[in-house]
Each structure stands twice: as structure tokens, then as C-alpha cells.
């Protein structure tokens, strides 16, 4: 047992209960690859951050259920989110809008592209799960993107790293919401450098991945591969997303005025028009299938990542992971920017995005108190995201792998060099200029 004073000791024991976290990961993460076992990313780090601190002399027990409570809202968020989007797929409204996406667009490619751009970026947006849109517009785009001549591993490439970059597109982005919660800061005002930050990033890698490969198909191409879906006319499928939106948008509009229901029930509302909009499905049987798969797991882990921030807090292994960035950036500010570009998506391939947020983001947000923090946080929640790409637990990348049926993700990776070194880059200018960005795209 440690002494928990307030002086070396302190840094000892945090410096300990960082090493036990971080061992004890590894330790896990080697004991599951060794016996074949696929160990959950959050039970692992569930586990070894309750290690952290029975090793450093503290009891974790009311902290590891105390830090999850904070993030009840934003699981609700996702969860209601995905049952939106399973009751439009049951529904057959996807697959009509799929249709009429490439029966009126086919021989405009850069409008389609966009189109296909907006049905990845989508589930993303309203869940902040990249993961979210692969599992289901990620589908639909693999269809239409087919039947206009791409490659398989193209495809996969553009679902993964379009999907990723969806995921930080507002009004949902979990990881700045993580850190800034982390640093007691409202999320408020981001949604204006958000859309600068990942609609560039976002139609670049859909052009340079699309444009080449981009064969305009016929009617008969698009009949074959996609027969005519059923729908009460031609509107239907597109009413569920109205409803949403205008709600939304009324909410924001008319603050006092307009009933704010909270996101989740807007996607419930969402889901229950979507009962009346098309094909007759089991609602009950739709709720299940969207908490199935990999949505669960990702609930799972945003309540673990609670249980983090509260231990780390609790031992002193965040603070001191704050300090060591504070003394970095004000020595050498040129390598804070480098250490964040290289180790938020490389680490986050370890950690996942979500953890990359709580274990890195935090500490260097705060070591860069002296920037303006929204546009800082959004510039850092988007090398956070990124790691949706990176082995080896690649969330997104996998599941836009096997949605293609890619033998390997090696080269789906590769494929998604370009984009990625391009969206880190302009990144570091956003993060490098952030007082200047704030000013232009900040509202306060």
C-alpha cells in the first residue's frame, strides 16, 4: 500500500498506477491473442484500470460504477440512434433511397458521390459511431458504389475512413464530448469548425478513392443489381428523416418556444414514423437487432471509458499525464503538435478513439489551456476518430472489411493512406492556428 501524500509520493504513485494500467493492458491484450480469446476492449480495460488502483492502495469499487452515470446520456443517444436507422432499414426506406440515388444521378458522378458521402456521414452524426454507419447505410453505399464500377477494396476504403470521419461530424462527436467532460466544459458551439474540420477531409477521400473507378451504369446495370423497391409513393421513405431534421432544427431555432425533447426521443419519433413509411416489420425484433453486434460493444465501452476518467482522476494518473504534456508544450510546443498526430490514431488503435480521448486527449487539451478550447477539442476529437482505422482493434476499418468480403485489411488500410495523412495535416493547421479558426467558425 502506498502513502497518499502530497509530495514525490504522489507522483510515484500516480507514475505506478499509470505503469500497472497500462502493463496490465498489454498483459491482457497478449494473454487473449495467445489463447485465441477476443477479449472485450472494455472488460480489459475495465479490469486494469481497477488493477491501477488496488495496486496503488486506493478502492476502486464505488468509482469503477460512479464515472459510467455521467455517460448514460450519451449511450442513449447511440442506442436510440440505431434503432432510428435499423426501423428506416427494415423499412425498406434505405434501399428506395438508395434506388432513386442512382436512378437520378448515375451520369452526375460528383453529386452522387456527395449523396453516397451524406448516407455514410449520417449514422455517425446522430450516434457518433463510426461503426454505426457501417452497420447500416455502410450497406447501401457498398451497393451503389458496385454498381458503378469500383473495386472491392476501394469500396472498403471509403466506407472505413468516410464512415470515421462521420463520426466527428455534429451534433454528435463522442470523443470531444469525452474531453470535455474531462475538462468540466460544456459541449457547446462546436457544430460551425466541426463541419469545416470533416466535410473537406470527408469529400476529398470520397473523390480521390471514387472519381477514377466511377463507371456510369445503365438502368438495366442498376435493375439487376438493385430490383425496384416497393414504397406507398415516392416521398414516404424520406419522411422519417424530415421529421427528424425539422425537430432538430426547430429546437435549435426556437430555444423556449419549441419543446426540447432530448435527442434520443427525436429518434424515437423518428423510429415510429418509420413504422407508417413503408414495408410492415417487427418493431420489437428491429430495437434488438440494433443493440446486436458491434453497437453493443461500443455502449459497453463508452460506460467503461467513465469508469477511466474517474479512477485515473482518483489515482493521479491523469493528472500526471497532464503535467508531463504541460511540460512538453511549454518547452518544445512544436512537439506536442507531432506527439498528438502520431500518437492519438496510432495509440487509439490500442486504446480505440474513445480511450485515445479520455487517456491522451484530456492531458493535451489541458497542457494547451492557452488556445481557444472548442476549436483545440475539435481539432483533437479528429486525430481521436481516426483510430477507427487503425490495427488492432480498428473498429471501423474490420467491419467495412467483411462488409465487402476483403480477405484482408492490410490493403484496405493502405488504400486509406492518402486521406488519412491528408486529414491529419490539415488537422495540425487547425490545431497549430486554433485562436485563428475560433475566430472565424467559433461563436463564442
Avoid at 456521414?121 to 454507419?133: E, S
Avoid at 424530415?242 to 429518434?267: L, Q
Wanted: glycine share 8%; proline share 6%; hydrophobic share 60%.
Amino acid at each position: 500500500m502506498f502513502d497518499h501524500s502530497h509530495g514525490e509520493a504522489m507522483y510515484f504513485t500516480a507514475g505506478t498506477a499509470l505503469a500497472v494500467l497500462l502493463i496490465s493492458y498489454a498483459v491482457i491484450m497478449l494473454l487473449g491473442n495467445k489463447f485465441k480469446q477476443n477479449i472485450p476492449i472494455a472488460l480489459n480495460l475495465f479490469v486494469s484500470v481497477a488493477l491501477s488502483a488496488i495496486v496503488t492502495g486506493f478502492n476502486p469499487f464505488r468509482h469503477l460504477f460512479e464515472g459510467p452515470v455521467w455517460y448514460i446520456y450519451i449511450n442513449l443517444v447511440i442506442i436510440c440512434g440505431m434503432i432510428f436507422l435499423t426501423a428506416m432499414k427494415w423499412a425498406g426506406n434505405l434501399d428506395c433511397i438508395a434506388y432513386d440515388i442512382l436512378i437520378n444521378f448515375r451520369k452526375r458522378p460528383a453529386i452522387l458521390l456527395i449523396l453516397v458521402m451524406v448516407l455514410l456521414f449520417f449514422p455517425g452524426m446522430v450516434t457518433g459511431v463510426g461503426t454505426a454507419a457501417v452497420l447500416s447505410t455502410g450497406m447501401v453505399a457498398v451497393v451503389i458504389l458496385r454498381i458503378c464500377g469500383l473495386s472491392n477494396l476501394n469500396i472498403a476504403a471509403i466506407v472505413a475512413i468516410v464512415t470515421s470521419i462521420g463520426a466527428a461530424a455534429p451534433p454528435v462527436n463522442l470523443p470531444a464530448i469525452i474531453i470535455a467532460s474531462g475538462i468540466n466544459m460544456p459541449y457547446e458551439g462546436f457544430d460551425r469548425i466541426l463541419w469545416v474540420l470533416t466535410l473537406p477531409t470527408g469529400l476529398f477521400a470520397m473523390f480521390w478513392l471514387g472519381w477514377k473507378q466511377y463507371k456510369v451504369p445503365s438502368i438495366e446495370d442498376i435493375e439487376a443489381a438493385l430490383p425496384k423497391p416497393e414504397r406507398k409513393n415516392a416521398f414516404m421513405p424520406y419522411v422519417p428523416f424530415v421529421v427528424v431534421v425539422t425537430i432538430m432544427v426547430c429546437i435549435r431555432a426556437f430555444p423556449g418556444e419549441f419543446p426540447d425533447i432530448v435527442t434520443p426521443m427525436v429518434f424515437i419519433v423518428g423510429s415510429f414514423v418509420a413504422l407508417f413509411s413503408g414495408k410492415k416489420f417487427n418493431y420489437v425484433q428491429a430495437c434488438k437487432a440494433a443493440l446486436s453486434g458491434g453497437v453493443f460493444g461500443t455502449v459497453c465501452l463508452i460506460f467503461v471509458v467513465g469508469a477511466v476518467v474517474q479512477v485515473t482522476t482518483l489515482t493521479g494518473a491523469k493528472g500526471l499525464l497532464v503535467l508531463t504534456a504541460m511540460m512538453v508544450g511549454s518547452i518544445a510546443p512544436a512537439m506536442m503538435y507531432v506527439a498528438m498526430a502520431i500518437s492519438l490514431p496510432i495509440l487509439g488503435g490500442v486504446l480505440t478513439h474513445l480511450g485515445a480521448a479520455v487517456i491522451l486527449g484530456i492531458p493535451f487539451t489541458l497542457a494547451m489551456i492557452s488556445e481557444n478550447q472548442i476549436a483545440f477539442v475539435a481539432g483533437t476529437s479528429m486525430l481521436c476518430v481516426l483510430a477507427q482505422l487503425v490495427p488492432p482493434s480498428a473498429l471501423g476499418g474490420y467491419f467495412a472489411q467483411e462488409l465487402v468480403d476483403e480477405p484482408h485489411y492490410m490493403p484496405v488500410l493502405k488504400k486509406t493512406m492518402v486521406p488519412v495523412l491528408i486529414t491529419i495535416a490539415f488537422t495540425m493547421v487547425e490545431l497549430v492556428f486554433a485562436n485563428d479558426f475560433a475566430a472565424w467558425f467559433v461563436p463564442f
